[in-house]
């Protein structure tokens, strides 16, 4: 990849961004799938929760954030894109137009999943029909997810909170 590829090429729009978190999304679920078969017959074919297998789900539930870490840190470092940002044609640069390294992708996975989790709670807490002190806590927790996608489009390089973070863009290509 030359500088002059992505170097002053525009910075990817909400839509193309979401779309490749979908498609992202439904590859890692499909990779946990794969990988849950494979453990599966340790936990006798049954689910795997803390009631049935004591501690061993929590070593499995690092295995699947691993597996995730593992495939959008090695895209990431790797080409810059993961399948998903290949298909919607964007690309994770850092400052140089270069991939980015591994200590970037890593605090870029740990914020997107910081930002997912925290998300996640905002929707678990406003779940309940009806105004209460929970739906402001929901509210709290669903802003940073709200803003790191609204951000692009108040920053004039079009960088999100996360891009900003991380020291990189995401970027269209052609």
């Known amino acids: 990849m ?3 590829s992505t ?3 525009p910075a990817a729009g909400l839509g193309r961004r979401l779309a490749a978190l979908v498609y992202d999304g439904i590859l890692v679920l499909a990779l946990w799938f794969v990988a849950t078969l494979a453990v599966l017959p340790l936990s006798g074919g049954q689910a795997i929760t803390p009631a ?3 501690p061993g789900p929590y070593f499995y539930r690092a295995y699947l954030v691993l597996l995730a870490l593992g495939y959008f840190g090695w895209s990431w470092t790797r080409t810059g894109q993961t399948l998903g940002m290949r298909c919607w ?5 850092a400052g140089d137009a270069t991939p980015p390294r591994w200590p970037a992708a890593l605090l870029r996975f ?10 996640g709670l905002g929707v678990w ?3 309940e029909p009806g105004w209460s002190a929970r739906d402001l806590a929901a509210a709290a927790l669903l802003l940073p997810a709200a ?3 609204a951000w692009p489009a108040l920053d004039a390089r079009g960088r999100s909170l996360q891009d900003i973070a991380c020291r990189s863009r995401v970027v269209r290509v052609a």
């Not at 044609?89 to 640069?93: K, N, Q, S, Y």
């Not at 740990?110 to 998300?119: K, N």
Request: net charge neutral; charged share 20%.
């Open 52 to 54: 049935a297998q004591g």
């Open 2 to 4: 030359d500088d002059e």
């Open 125 to 127: 807490l406003a779940r």
């Open 147 to 149: 803003a790191n996608f």
């Open 7 to 9: 170097q002053g090429a």
């Open 89 to 93: 044609r964007i690309r994770l640069v």
């Open 110 to 119: 740990a914020t997107g999943m910081a930002l997912a989790l925290a998300a």
